[in-house]
């Protein structure tokens, strides 16, 4: 049975950091793409950021690029993200997902993920 499981979210002030983890039993994760996503009370849920199995390139949203940092262990088989210089309206759950594919991972949309973890909130708040 493929379980994810995030950690790491909590509370935060402006400007502070969290390392959210996606931690997998029944995938080896490092043969999957991970993405990881958002979702605020009222927005559709977007993608944040996401490494591709096939060469380990990544992908940022806009609003993350230069603040998050997606990474595998491989040890550990789990996939952080790493924020740094969070803000208020990073506030939302956020997901990790795993895509059994090739495709460069910019190129794959949501409903092609395969497993999803329950989320783990996070909220950026003086």
């Known amino acids: 049975q493929v379980q994810l499981v995030e950690s790491g979210g909590g509370l935060v002030q402006p400007v502070g950091s969290l390392r959210l983890s996606c931690a997998a039993s029944g995938v080896t994760l490092d043969y999957y793409t991970i993405g990881w996503f958002r979702q605020a009370p009222g927005i559709e849920r977007e993608g944040v950021s996401c490494i591709s199995s096939s060469d380990d390139s990544t992908y940022y949203a806009d609003s993350v690029q230069g603040r998050f940092t997606i990474s595998r262990d491989s040890a550990r088989n789990t996939v952080y993200l790493q924020m740094i210089s969070l803000k208020p309206e990073d506030t939302a759950v956020y997901y990790c997902?795993?895509?059994?594919?090739?495709?460069?991972?910019?190129?794959?949309?949501?409903?092609?993920?395969?497993?999803w973890g329950q989320g783990t909130q996070v909220t950026v708040s003086s």
């Open positions: 997902a795993a895509q059994a594919g090739w495709d460069p991972c910019a190129v794959v949309s949501q409903d092609e993920y395969d497993y």
